[in-house]
């Protein structure tokens, strides 16, 4: 079967009847790379930063940063890679900074939030992957966007960043796109005004499904209650979609959801552009894919919006994923 599955390593991501969709891997350490490109990954669609900050007392220097983005930037030539901005907090563990206890912490100060307050942690990272930006496709990604101020002050950052990197005469790619993750439902239900300024949206499931139904992702307890499927979340992904496209740019998902074969057909049917998955997941996303048409997969998006609770779309798309494969 694994060999059956690499035979389309190098075949496109495209339904029966000629949609092209971008199939993009998430990595968290660069020695990935080689097995992503060996799957016939087009590109890396997250690159969790946060592993570079862990298990060390310091923060990385700049020119740690760098090495490793240019490291990513070169490997892929040109494929893009999507490198997320530092998404410390709330589950994933600091050590380095001074973060004021939280009764909260997935509700606290972390990710995007973090960094806007210690900007100078913000800037030696915008400031690697721009320098970094000039000997590859690299993209900027702000996690855990709320909504538009907080956009605006992101960028403003990186504004000053580009500033200096031109009165420096340092080279980088001006034409960088900067993209958000869609991850907290103020975002998903604003998703309309933020496509205004940002470039590209890549969803990201497993805070939207935790922040939408309030349930802790890694909390035993209530993980019935994690449902991709729940009427919510299929209503959320498909808004950021069509808000996305109604102002030209790509939506792609970087949460597990993407990874996971049993919804491929349904989020193909919503729109999606780019999935980003788990490097395994590639290969398997892909024969789905390119065994069915768009129209047919808009139709079973477009009837799966129409049940009113998790178990009934879950019935109805593992029957017809039974059926089908
Ligand atoms: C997500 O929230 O879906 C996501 C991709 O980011 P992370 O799992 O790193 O929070
Ligand atoms: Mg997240």
């Given at each position: 079967?694994?060999?059956?599955?690499?035979?389309?390593?190098?075949?496109?991501?495209?339904?029966?009847?000629?949609?092209?969709?971008?199939?993009?891997a998430?990595?968290?350490?660069?020695?990935?790379?080689?097995?992503?490109?060996?799957?016939?990954?087009?590109?890396?669609?997250?690159?969790?930063?946060?592993?570079?900050?862990?298990?060390?007392?310091?923060p990385p220097?700049?020119?740690?940063?760098f090495?490793?983005?240019?490291?990513?930037?070169?490997?892929?030539?040109?494929y893009?890679s999507?490198?997320?901005?530092?998404?410390l907090?709330?589950?994933?563990?600091?050590?380095?900074?001074?973060?004021?206890?939280?009764?909260?912490?997935?509700?606290?100060?972390r990710?995007?939030?973090?960094?806007?307050?210690?900007?100078d942690?913000?800037?030696?990272?915008?400031?690697a992957?721009?320098?970094?930006?000039?000997?590859?496709?690299?993209k900027?990604m702000?996690?855990?966007i709320?909504?538009?101020?907080?956009?605006?002050?992101?960028?403003?950052v990186?504004?000053?960043?580009?500033?200096?990197?031109?009165?420096?005469?340092?080279?980088?790619d001006?034409?960088?796109?900067?993209?958000?993750?869609?991850?907290?439902?103020?975002?998903?239900?604003?998703?309309?005004?933020?496509?205004?300024?940002?470039?590209?949206?890549?969803?990201?499931?497993?805070?939207?499904?935790?922040?939408?139904?309030?349930?802790?992702?890694?909390?035993k307890?209530?993980?019935?209650?994690?449902?991709?499927?729940h009427?919510?979340?299929l209503?959320l992904?498909?808004?950021v979609?069509?808000?996305?496209?109604a102002?030209?740019?790509?939506?792609?998902?970087?949460?597990?959801?993407?990874s996971?074969?049993?919804?491929?057909?349904?989020l193909?049917?919503?729109?999606?552009?780019?999935?980003?998955t788990?490097?395994?997941?590639?290969?398997k996303?892909?024969?789905i894919?390119?065994s069915?048409?768009?129209?047919e997969?808009?139709?079973?998006?477009?009837?799966?919006?129409?049940?009113?609770?998790?178990?009934?779309?879950?019935?109805?798309?593992?029957?017809?994923?039974?059926?089908?494969?």
């Open positions: 079967y694994e060999r059956e599955l690499l035979k389309m390593k190098d075949l496109p991501a495209i339904t029966t009847d000629q949609k092209k969709v971008t199939l993009l998430n990595i968290e350490f660069i020695g990935e790379v080689k097995s992503v490109l060996e799957r016939g990954g087009e590109g890396i669609g997250l690159y969790r930063t946060e592993f570079l900050y862990m298990n060390r007392f310091y220097t700049e020119a740690e940063h090495r490793v983005y240019k490291s990513l930037a070169e490997q892929l030539s040109s893009p999507i490198i997320r901005t530092l998404d907090g709330g589950d994933k563990f600091i050590s380095q900074l001074d973060v004021y206890e939280e009764l909260n912490p997935v509700l606290g100060l990710a995007i939030r973090l960094c806007l307050e210690h900007i942690l913000f800037k030696t990272q915008l400031r992957i721009l320098k970094a930006s000039h000997y590859g496709k690299l900027i702000y996690p855990m709320s909504g538009l101020d907080e956009l605006r002050e992101a960028n403003a990186l504004k000053e960043v580009m500033d200096e990197l031109r009165k420096a005469n340092i080279p980088f001006e034409e960088i796109e900067v993209g958000i993750m869609i991850e907290i439902p103020s975002a998903a239900i604003t998703s309309d005004i933020l496509a205004e300024e940002a470039d590209f949206f890549s969803i990201g499931t497993n805070d939207l499904i935790q922040y939408s139904i309030a349930i802790d992702r890694v909390n307890n209530v993980s019935y209650l994690y449902e991709p499927l009427p919510a979340i209503r992904i498909a808004r979609i069509e808000s996305g496209h102002k030209g740019i790509l939506v792609g998902m970087c949460g597990e959801m993407a996971d074969p049993k919804y491929t057909l349904l193909l049917g919503l729109g999606l552009d780019q999935y980003s788990n490097s395994d997941a590639l290969l996303i892909k024969k894919i390119r069915v048409s768009y129209a997969a808009r139709e079973i998006a477009q009837q799966a919006l129409t049940y009113c609770s998790a178990s009934e779309t879950e019935k109805f798309i593992t029957n017809l994923m039974e059926e089908r494969f």
